[in-house]
C-alpha cells in the first residue's frame, strides 16, 4: 500500500491510500440499478478519474471542493489511468495533511519574494508614499503571500498575488529609472503595490485557500473601489497631504486603463498610465506562460478566453 | 439714464449703467493702430456684444466670467444691437448687485423645492436609509439648493442639482409603488437622493457660482467614487449595518448604467438598474427641454452634442 | 386517483389522472433493447420529469408543445419526484380542459387591467391621438389582452403584452404631467399604447397561447415597421392630419432608442426619447422581477442573456 | 460684354453680365465704414469669389441659393480671378435662364437613361413584381430622371437618382444571371428599382431642383420606411400576393445592409442581401469617380467624410 | 453484394462493400463490457452512422479523416438508416479508389473554368498586371484547380478556390466596364486573380485536398501578406514598375475591406475598394446558396455563424 | 546686429539676422491697399510671429517649411514679442546653416545612442536573428540615427526614431531577463530592433529631416509590411531557417497589437505579445513626456488627441 503519494507519480496496479481534493463528484445508477460515484480527484500534481462502485453516498456533488481520505487501486479505462476506490470518507479537523501537497502553488518561494517586495518598498523615496505603502503591507502581508490573484484567468494558484505584485514592482522600478526624471519613482511604486490589494476582499476563498468565487462586495463594489478607499483611510489616518492621497487613489482606481476592462476612471498622470500598461504586461506574459506549459513547440493553443485567440508555441 | 435693467429689456437708443457679467473680452488695435475692447456682456436674460473704443486696458480676456459696472448707450450693428460703452471696471466687495440678475437660475422655487425634498426623505421607510439620506442633506442642503448639476450638457445654471435631484426622486417615488413589492423603495429613494451628491465635489465655482471647470479630483476621482466614499462614511458614522452601505454605495457606483457612460461598476440590482434609467430619464427630458426652448414649431435644431444627434419641435 | 391536479401539488406515492403539456419527449431504447419515452410534462406551476416504460410510439419528439391526457404514479429518482405513466394520448377538440391551468399567466386580473387602459386612452386630451388609440383598441383588444410580450425575454407569458403596455401608460402618464409643457401628453400616451401592437403580427402562437416562433412577417419587416404601418392607415381612415400621423408613426420605429437595438429610426422627438425610456425601464424591472423570484436573498443569479450580466438579491 | 458666359470660361478682364446662383453672401463693413458684400457665384462649371463695393443690401446671407442677375468685370486677387460687381439683384419669374447651366448635372443622358431603365423593367419575368416596378415608374418618373440622390455624399446632381438606380440596376440585372438559379431575378430587379424611391420624400429641393435638407419626413421616418410604405400601398392596390409584397417591403428596409449604417431590418434573403451590396458598390464607386476628379495623379485626396479616408489617384 | 456505392444511394436491407472517409469514430464499451466503434461514414453525397460491434480496435478516434475500406448491411434506427460493418480497415497506396466520388466538389467543370479563367487574363490590357497575372497561374494553376477557398465558411469544397476566383474575375469584369474609364480594368483584373492566391500556403490540406487547419504560416502571417509577398517578387522578377508592384500587393493587402475582417491595410484606391466589394459580394452569394439548399421554401436557416443572423427561402 | 541667436534668446529692442524655418506665411493686403507678410519664424528653441511690411513677394504660404535668411528688429504685441523684418530671402545651396539649430532634436546624445543599441544587438545570443539585426543595421544604421519616429504624436524630432528604438530595446532586455526561461530574448530583441525600420520608407521627409506627409507606399502598404517583407529578404539572403524568419515577420506585422490600431495581424506568440506592450508603453511615457513639458503642475493639458483624453501634471 502506498501513502500519500501525488497522483501524478502512481502506476498501473497500485495499491494507494492518502488525502486529495475531491473536485468533482456525481451519483449514478448503474443499468443494473446499483448506485455508483463518478469522481474525479486532484492535487498539486493534476487530477485523475475514480470510481467508487456499489456507493449508495452520503458523498455527492454538494463536496466538491473538499478534501478526502480515499485507499483504493490504479487502473486503466481506455489507454488512460483510472482509480477505484474501496474507501472514501471527508476529512475533518482531526486529519492532518498538507494543503501545499493538494493545491497548486506559485513557483516563487514566498520568504524570498516577501523579502524582495519590502526592500522595494523600502526604497520609495517620498515619505508619505513609503508610509501608506508600508502600512498597507503591514496589514495584509499575510493575506498577499497567500493568496491567487484571480480565480482563473491567470495567477490562479497559491501566492499568485504576491507573484504578481513582485513582478510589478520590478518592472515599476525598472521603467521608473527609464523615463527619470519624467515620472515619480515613489508613487509609482506605491501605486504598484497597493493596486491589487483589494483583492483581498474581492474573492471568497476555498478552505485551501483558493478563490472559488466573488464574494458580494467583490462583485457590487469591485476591488478597485475597495482598494482605492481602503488606500485613503490609510492616508488619512498617517495624515499624508490630500493631493498625494488622490493620486494613490486615482492609480488605483484607473489601474485597468479603460473603463472597457473595468477602470473606475481613464489614467490621466503618466504614472497611472504606466501602472495599466505594467500589470496588462505581467497579466499576459503569465497567460501566455501557463497557455505555454501545455503545448509542445509547434503547435497552437486552443482559444483563450482571456486573450480571445489562440497562442503559438515556436520551437 | 436706466439703472440696473436686464439686458434683454434695454431698446436703441436707451443710455443705462448696470452690472453685468463680462462673458468675454478681447483686446484689439484699430486699423489707426487705437486700441479698443471687443466684449460680450451677459445676464440672466442672455447676452450682449459692446464696444470699448479708445481703451488701452487693463480689462481683457483674463477676466472673462467676472462682474463689472458698465455705462454706455445702445447702438446697432447689422440689425443686432450692440452696447457701445464709455464706462467700465471690474467690482469688488463694496459693489451691492443681486447675482440672480445675473446668471441663469433653475425655473423652479428653491423652498418649495427644498421642502418637498425633504418630506420626500422623510417617507423613507428604512430607518438607516433614512438617516443616511438625512444626515447627507444636513451636509449639503445649503450646496444642494445653490450649485448647477453640470458645466453644460443639462442643468447647467443655478439651483440646477436641485432641480434634477427632486425630479429624479418624484420619478423614484412613483416607480417604487408601481413596482412594488420587487423593490426597496427606501433604498431607491436613499441612493436617488445621494447619487449626484459628490459633484459639491467634482466642480470648480465662478465667485456667482456657475461651473468653470472640473476640480482636479473631480477629474481624477470622478463625482462616483467620491460622493460612493462619502455615503459609505456616513453610513458607517451612524452605525448602519455594511449590506445596507453596500448596496448605497453600489447605486451612487453604478448610476451611470455603463462603464462607456462612466458607471464604476455595472448596476446588478434592481433599485440600481432603475436609478441609472431614471437619471437617463430626467437628464434626456431636461437636455430637450433646454433645446426645444431654442427652436420654433416644425424646426429641428443643430446638433446637439450630448445626445448625437437633432431634435425636433412638433406643432 | 387524483384527477387534474396542478403539477406542483402532486406528492410521492399519488396516482394521478390529467392534462398536461408535454414540453419535451424523446424516444429511447433501454440496454435490454425496449423502447420507452423520457418526457417532460408541465403546466402553470411548473415542470416534472416522465417515464413511460414500453411505450413504442407514436408519441415522441414531434409532439412537444401539444397538450396530453396522462394518467400514472408519482416516484422518486435521485431526490426529485419523478413520474411513471402507464397511459398517454394527445388531446383533440373533444378534451375538456382549462388552458389558463396549463400556461404560466400575468399576475394581473385583465379586466381591471382593461378597464384601467380603456380609461388612460380616453383621458387622451386631443381628439385625433385618442382617436387612434381607441380605434386600434378596438381592433386589436382582443389579442392584447392575451398576447405574451415576447417569446421568453420578458413578459412571456399570457397577458404579458397587456401587463407591459399598461405599466408604461401609467409611466407614461406620470411623466408627462412631471415633464409639462414641455411634452404632448396625448401624443406620449397614444404612441406607448401604440408601440408594441405590431407584436400582433410578429409571432407565431402555440395552440395555447404562447410564442412558438417570429413570423415569417414579424421577422423580415419587424414589429416597429408593421406596427407604424397600421396606425398610418387609421390615421389615414380616421382623417388625422398628416403631422400628427407622421409623429406617431415616429414614436412606433423610434422606440427600441438605438438601431443597435432594433430602432429603424433614432428617436428625435422628447415624446419619443421618453417613450424609448420607458420602454426600457418597464422591460429591465420585469426581468429583474422573474429574475429575483428564483433567487434567495443574499444570492447572485446565473448570468441574464437580455442584461449581459448577473443580478443580486438583496436581503 | 460677355452675356450669360459659364463661369469657366471668364477671363481677366472681361466685361460681362448673366444669370448665376448666389452660392454664398456675407455683409461687411469696411475700415472706413462703408457697407460691401462678400459673394460667392456659381454655376454648372464651378465657383467664383465676388465683390459688390459700397452695397447697403438688401441681398444678402438669407438669399444663398437663390439665382441672381448681375454685371461685373473679372479682376485678380493674390493670384486668383475675382468678380467685381456693379449691379446684383434677385431673379423673378420673368427671367429666362437656363437652370441646367447654373447646376451640376449627371454624365448622362435622361432620354437614353430612361429608356434603358423601362427596357430592364420591361424585361423582368414575374408579372407581380413587373407590374409594382412599371406602376412605381409611372409615379415616379418625372422626379427620378430630375433628382439628386443625395445632398452631398455621392450623385448630388441632378439626375443622380437615376444615374444611381440605372447602374444598379444593370449590376444587379448581371448579378442575377451569374447567381441563377439560386437568386430571384424579379425580385432583384424590382427591388433595385424601388429601393431609393422614397428619396422623392426624403429631401427638400431648391427651385433649381439641388437637395436643400432633409425634410421633416424624411427625417423622422426616413425613405426606407416611406418606400417600403408606398411599395405595400402599390402592391395592395394591384392585387400583388402578400409574400411578393412583404419581399418587396423587406428589400426596400434592408438595403444599408445593417443597422448601423440605417437599415431598418438586417437583409435575410439573398436578394436583399445583394441589392445592399450593389448599393454600396455603386455609392463607393461614385464617391471615388467625383473625389478622383479633383486630383492629379499621384496624389492622396483630403480625407473623405463618407469614406473615413483619404483615397489615391494612381498614374 | 452492392459494390462502391454512393452513400446516398443506399436503400434498407442492402449489403454493401466499398471506400468511405471514416468522418469521426468512437471507442464504446458495452453495457455488457463489449467494446464497439461509433463511427460516422461519408462520402461526397452526404455521411451516415455506422456501428462496429464486438470491435476491440485498433481504428479509433485517431483516425478521423482517414479513407476505410468496410463491408456491412444497411438497418434502421429510429426511422433513420444506419450501418453496422462487420469488417473495417484503413487504405493504403495499394487501394484504388476515386477521391472525388468521396468528398464534395464544386459544381463546375474544372476545365472549362480553368480555360474561361485564362481567356479572362489573357484580356488585361496591361502588359506588365497581365504578365505578372499569367507568370502566377503559371505557378499556381494546379493548386488552384483543385483546392478549397475555406476550411468551411463558403467554397469549402474541391475546386472552391476556382469557382469564388472566376466568379470574381466576370464580376470584375463587367464592373470595370460599368465604370469605364474611372477605374483600371488590367488592375482590377489582376488583382482579383491574385487575391487569394495566398491560400495556396494558409492552409494544411487533408490526403483528399480538404483544408484540415490553418498552417502556422497561414495562422502568425496570414494569406493576405503572404501573397502580397509573392506579388511583390513575382513583379520584381519580371521587371515590372514599382508603382504596379505596389498596386498590386495593395489591392491584396486590402482585400478584406476593413482591419476588423482582416485587412491588413484599408483600401484606397478604386480598384481595392471594388475588389474589396466584389469579394465581400461572392463570398455572401455562395454561403447563401450552401445554406438554402438545406431548407424548404418558407422556412428560416439556423444561425448562420459567418452571416450573424438566420436566412430566409422565400417561395 | 546680433547674428544667428536662437528665437527663444532674443530680447525686445535686438536687432539681429539669421536662419530660421519659415514655419508659415500668408499674403495679406493691408487697409491702405499696401500688401505685406504674415510670418511665422521657428527654430529649435520655439516659434514666433513676423511681419515684413510693404512686401509684395515672391515669398508666400507656398514656401512653408523652407529656411529662410531675415534681418530684423524685435518689437512687441499685445505683450508678446513680435518681429519686424526688413529682409527676407529663401537660401540655397551656398548658404551654410547649421540644421540642427533649426529643428527640434531628441534630448540624447546619438553616438552614444548608437553604441549602446549595438551592444544590445551583439548580446543577442541565436547567431541567426542577431545577423538579421546587424544586417539591418548596417543598411537603415544612418536613417535610424537621424530621422523622426513621427509625423507630429510621438518622437517627432531628429533622432527620435533613435531614441524610440533604444528605449524599447532596453525595455525588452529587462523583460526578457524577468520573464525568462519562458520567453525567447533573443527573438524579442531582434523583432524589437526591427519593429518600425519600415519607418524609413513610410515617410517623406523635408530637406531638414522632419516628417512633411506619409510617403505613397507608406500608406497604400503601411510601415508593418514594407519592414516584414524587407526583414524576410535579408533573413532569406542569410539563410536564416524559415521559422525564424516567419517569426521575425511575425513580430514586425503583429506589433500595433490590435488590427483596430493598425496591426496586420494579432500577435500570438509571447514575444510579439510582449514587443507590442513595449511598444504602447514608450509611445505613452513620451506622449506624457512632452505634454507635461508644457504644463505647470496642478495643470491639466488640452485634450490629446493621440491619447483621446487630458493628462494632469501633478506637484
Redesign the interface.
Known amino acids: 500500500m502506498i501513502m500519500d503519494r501525488q497522483l501524478g507519480e502512481l502506476a498501473l496496479g497500485d495499491g494507494f491510500e492518502g488525502y486529495y481534493i475531491l473536485k468533482a463528484a456525481q451519483?449514478k445508477?448503474s443499468?443494473s440499478g446499483k448506485p455508483f460515484l463518478n469522481a474525479t480527484l486532484s492535487d498539486a500534481s493534476g487530477a485523475m478519474d475514480a470510481k467508487v462502485w456499489d456507493y449508495p453516498g452520503p458523498i455527492g456533488a454538494q463536496d466538491a471542493g473538499k478534501v478526502v481520505r480515499v485507499r483504493g487501486t490504479v487502473g486503466e479505462y481506455?489507454g488512460a489511468l483510472q482509480l477505484t476506490l474501496d474507501r472514501i470518507r471527508l476529512t475533518d479537523a482531526r486529519d492532518n495533511y498538507n494543503p501545499a501537497a493538494l493545491v497548486p502553488v506559485a513557483p516563487i518561494d514566498p520568504d524570498t519574494a516577501m523579502e524582495e517586495l519590502a526592500t522595494l518598498l523600502a526604497s520609495i523615496e517620498d515619505a508619505d508614499y513609503r508610509a501608506v505603502a508600508q502600512a498597507q503591507l503591514e496589514k495584509h502581508g499575510e493575506a498577499l503571500r497567500r493568496i491567487p490573484a484571480a480565480k482563473s484567468v491567470h495567477h490562479g494558484f497559491l501566492g499568485g498575488l504576491l507573484m504578481h505584485t513582485l513582478?510589478m514592482l520590478?518592472?515599476a522600478d525598472?521603467?521608473s529609472r527609464?523615463?527619470a526624471p519624467?515620472?515619480?519613482r515613489s508613487?509609482l511604486l506605491a501605486g504598484t503595490f497597493l493596486h491589487d490589494l483589494g483583492k483581498t476582499r474581492e474573492f471568497d476563498f476555498s478552505e485551501l485557500g483558493l478563490v472559488t468565487e466573488y464574494s458580494?462586495?467583490g462583485?457590487?463594489?469591485?476591488h478597485?473601489?475597495l482598494g482605492?478607499?481602503e488606500a485613503?483611510e490609510t492616508a488619512d489616518a498617517l495624515g499624508v497631504p490630500a493631493?498625494k492621497s488622490?493620486?494613490l487613489?486615482?492609480l488605483i482606481?484607473s489601474h485597468h486603463g479603460d473603463?472597457?476592462f473595468?477602470?473606475?476612471?481613464?489614467p490621466?498622470?503618466?504614472e497611472g498610465?504606466?501602472l495599466s500598461?505594467?500589470d496588462?504586461?505581467d497579466s499576459?506574459?503569465e497567460i501566455?506562460?501557463e497557455a505555454?506549459d501545455e503545448l509542445q513547440p509547434?503547435e497552437?493553443s486552443p482559444r483563450i478566453y482571456a486573450l480571445e485567440?489562440?497562442?503559438?508555441?515556436?520551437?
Chains 1, 2, 3, 4, 5, 6 share one sequence.
Not at 219 to 222: A, N, Y
Not at 262 to 266: E, H
Open positions: 451519483q445508477t443499468v481506455r513582478n520590478r518592472l525598472f521603467v527609464l523615463y519624467a515620472m515619480d508613487l458580494t462586495e462583485q457590487l463594489l469591485g478597485l473601489v482605492a478607499r485613503a493631493e488622490m493620486l487613489q486615482h482606481l473603463p472597457e473595468g477602470a473606475a476612471v481613464l490621466q498622470c503618466v498610465e504606466l500598461l505594467i496588462r504586461m499576459r506574459a501566455y506562460r505555454l509547434g497552437f485567440k489562440r497562442v503559438y508555441k515556436h520551437e
